[in-house]
């Protein structure tokens, strides 16, 4: 028999797995029955978990999607904090589109152009800031295409019609098919730096100009001494251009025995950041070398640092020249002063030599007693005429003295007014025999000076004797002291004279000249004690004046010195008692007969025991023979002199020794002292001032005398 199957009934469901697919179910029961509990439950057991699987995927999808949202707004946030920043940018940042309009302006282009964003974005970009190419539009474009990347100056207008330069740099962006799509421009503002580059392009040209036209050759190097420029001067000088030299090609101009100084010290400079000179040969294009003086100073910075040198040359060989010819003139005008001085001092020892015995035997034969009253007058007579002579001597060395700066003082404090009563006394025998009244007011209350006693005497004798020389019979001299404001002495010598004419006056202090007055020379003298007497107050720190009505009305002469207390003041040594005079063994050197036998006169009248050399031979055979106490003698000898002659004596046995000289200046009287003389007397020697000495040396008292 054919079995017929039973109907069955299908219940279907469909649930999601965890990859998007659906996946089908079925429970079956047979048709026209229910279907059993067993079925149900499976099916209703499917269907949760398709919700529950449904529900999962929900809950990714959300977290996915809070993922996104989050991603999007840090990116968000990114874009704005890259916006942010890009604000702070004083440079101009403009993206726009292919189509030239503008998606994004920044502060900056703001800034710089005037427009807001919101006013710039969907603007065309070159519509909106007029832009001025240098080149067709489409070039550039078509370059940025083709590079991607592109630098250049434009210039743009800004809102208020202000001309903008700018210095842009263009980046091209593509989508994510490759296809363009929008342009960064980032633009910087030079507006200023191109202001100002073109002013420095005007400032070099105009200091070019200037350069080109200097008498100088001039050049200029970087930091490092590396040259780059040179005026034209300096180009068509050297017969060079400046490929030829630039950098160190300098170096081959310059004469080669001066090139490493220079270089050491051009090196240097620029170690240091201490200018530079020199001066050097420098090569001409004509083959020859001529004298520069180098010369070239910093440029630096604000910060300070060096950034270039400046430097010129000068042409200084006509200076040199000069300065060779007036080095040569000194050189000569000195070798001439020199033998000036030698002339002097060699004409003082010849005119001082034969007015030594004269001197002494006038000076002894006046003091002698025995000698009758008239004689001796006469004989005092010629002792003042020979000291004079000597004087005038002495005037002629003390010029030489201050030509040379030679005059020296030896200043101690000094009572002015015993020199003013000291000097009376010595010059009222002139006035009296000329019949002119000497008045004396010494009023000065601080009356005591630092001063060279013997120098001021000789300024205030000088001052007496000039107003005795120019005042006639029955005139004044009022010589008066007084003191200033400010505590010093003033010491005037007032006369009722010839006086000084005003065009004579300011040249009274000259040497030789005596007050440009007609037959001036018939008043005698040499017209050097003012000159003299000027230069030893200004040496005392002092002054000097001569004042005058004119010719016939007088003169008066002021000198000025500053004072010192009168307790500073050096009080007078005791006078010495007497000594008996001792009797000594003397060996005189003297070449000039007629001293030489006076001396040994006079010297033996005294109780001396006296032997005589004319020569250093002489002398030594002398010396050789027996002992001497003391040897006086003359530095100028036939075979030698008597410097050589007293440093033999002192290497045969120590014996003290007087020089008798007719040369005085100060370096006479150094070398005397030096070879071992202890006393310099200066010819004419006054057989006194001999005495003194011999005196000093009987008593044990020897000191180091000059004069």
């Known amino acids: 028999m054919h079995r017929t199957e039973d109907p069955v009934a299908i219940v279907s469901t469909t649930y999601m797995s965890e990859n998007d697919k659906e996946h089908p179910t079925e429970a079956r029961s047979a048709q026209g029955s229910e279907p059993s509990a067993a079925i149900l439950a499976a099916a209703n057991e499917q269907l949760i978990l398709s919700g529950l699987r449904q529900l999962e995927e929900a809950d990714k999808l959300n977290e996915q999607l809070k993922a996104e949202i989050g991603r ?46 919101d006013e710039a974005v969907g603007q065309d970009l070159h519509a909106l800031l007029k832009t001025e190419f240098e080149h067709p539009f489409e070039e550039l474009i ?5 590079e991607h990347r592109m630098t250049g100056e434009i210039v743009q207008f800004a809102r208020d019609g202000r001309r903008v330069e700018l210095l842009c740099r263009w980046s091209l962006d593509h989508d994510a098919e490759g296809a363009p799509a929008s342009i960064l421009t980032t633009a910087t503002e030079i507006t200023e730096r191109r202001q100002a580059e ?62 490493p100084p220079v270089m050491n010290r051009w090196k240097q400079s620029l170690r240091t950041g201490k200018g530079f000179e020199d001066t050097l040969p420098l090569l001409g294009a ?69 007015l030594t015995p004269v001197l002494m035997m006038a000076s002894a034969m006046a003091s002698d007693p025995e000698v009758p009253t008239e004689l001796r007058e006469q004989l005092e007579m010629m002792r003042r005429s020979v000291e004079l002579e000597a004087r005038l001597i002495d005037d002629l060395l003390d ?22 009563q000291h000097t009376a006394e010595i010059a009222r025998s002139d006035g009296l025999t000329k019949q002119v009244r000497l008045v004396f007011t ?78 001036q020379h018939r008043y005698g003298g040499l017209g050097l004690g003012l000159a003299i007497s000027h230069a030893i107050v200004e040496i005392h720190g002092g002054a000097l004046r001569a004042e005058s009505s004119g010719v016939g009305l007088g003169a008066t002469f002021s000198l000025s010195l ?19 005079r001792r009797t000594l063994q003397l060996l005189i050197v003297e070449d000039h007969e007629t001293t030489r036998t006076v001396l040994s006169r006079l010297l033996s009248r005294d109780g001396h025991t006296v032997t005589t050399a004319g020569t250093i031979h002489e002398a030594l055979l002398a010396f050789g023979a027996a002992r001497f106490d003391l040897v006086v003698s003359d530095l100028g000898l036939p075979d030698g002199n008597g410097l050589d002659l007293m440093r033999e004596l002192q290497r045969q046995r120590p014996v003290p020794g007087i020089a008798l000289s007719g040369y005085g200046m100060e370096e006479d009287l150094r070398q005397s002292k030096a070879a071992g003389f202890f006393a310099h007397l200066v010819k004419p020697v006054n ?19 000059t004069r």
Request: hydrophobic letters at 40%.
């Open 442 to 519: 010494l009023e000065a209350e601080r009356h005591h000076a630092l001063a060279d006693p013997a120098r001021l005497q000789q300024v205030i004798w000088n001052l007496i004797k000039n107003a005795l020389k120019f005042t006639p019979t029955g005139g004044t001299i009022t010589v008066s002291t007084r003191n200033d404001a400010e505590g010093g002495i003033v010491v005037s010598v007032e006369d009722t004279g010839i006086g000084i004419s005003a065009a004579a006056l300011p040249h009274v202090f000259r040497a030789f000249e005596q007050g440009d007055i007609a037959g």
């Open 72 to 117: 999007r707004q840090a990116v968000a946030r990114g874009l704005a904090e890259k916006a942010r920043l890009l604000d702070l940018s004083n440079d101009a940042i403009i993206v726009r589109d292919v189509g030239n309009r503008i998606i994004y302006w920044n502060h900056g282009a703001k800034e710089i152009f005037g427009w807001t964003r």
């Open 562 to 580: 500053g004072t010192v207390d009168a307790s500073a003041a050096t009080v007078p040594a005791a006078v010495p008692l007497p000594v008996p």
């Open 286 to 354: 004509d083959g020859q070398y001529r004298w520069f003086l180098s010369r070239a100073v910093p440029i630096r910075d604000d910060a300070g640092q060096v950034q270039r040198w400046f430097g010129t040359n000068t042409d200084v060989t006509e200076q040199r020249e000069v300065n060779d010819a007036l080095s040569l003139a000194k050189e000569q005008c000195e070798a001439t002063s020199r033998a000036k001085d030698d002339f002097l001092a060699a004409l003082s020892h010849e005119l001082r030599t034969p």
């Open 198 to 259: 073109k002013a420095l392009r005007e400032s070099e040209e105009r200091f070019r100009a200037l350069a080109d036209n200097i008498p100088q050759l001039a050049w200029m190097t970087d930091a490092e001494g590396w040259i780059f420029w040179y005026n034209q001067r300096w180009l068509a000088y050297t017969g060079t251009t400046l490929e030829e030299v630039r950098g160190w090609g300098w170096e081959k101009v310059i004469h080669p025995d001066h090139l």
């Open 687 to 705: 057989i006194e001032q001999l005495r003194q000495l011999l005196d000093g040396l009987g008593a044990g008292g020897v000191s180091v005398a």
């Open 399 to 420: 010029l030489t003295r201050i030509s040379r700066g030679r005059l020296a003082i030896e200043p101690v404090p000094t009572d002015v007014h015993d020199l003013i």
């Open 142 to 146: 078509a370059k940025l295409h083709r």
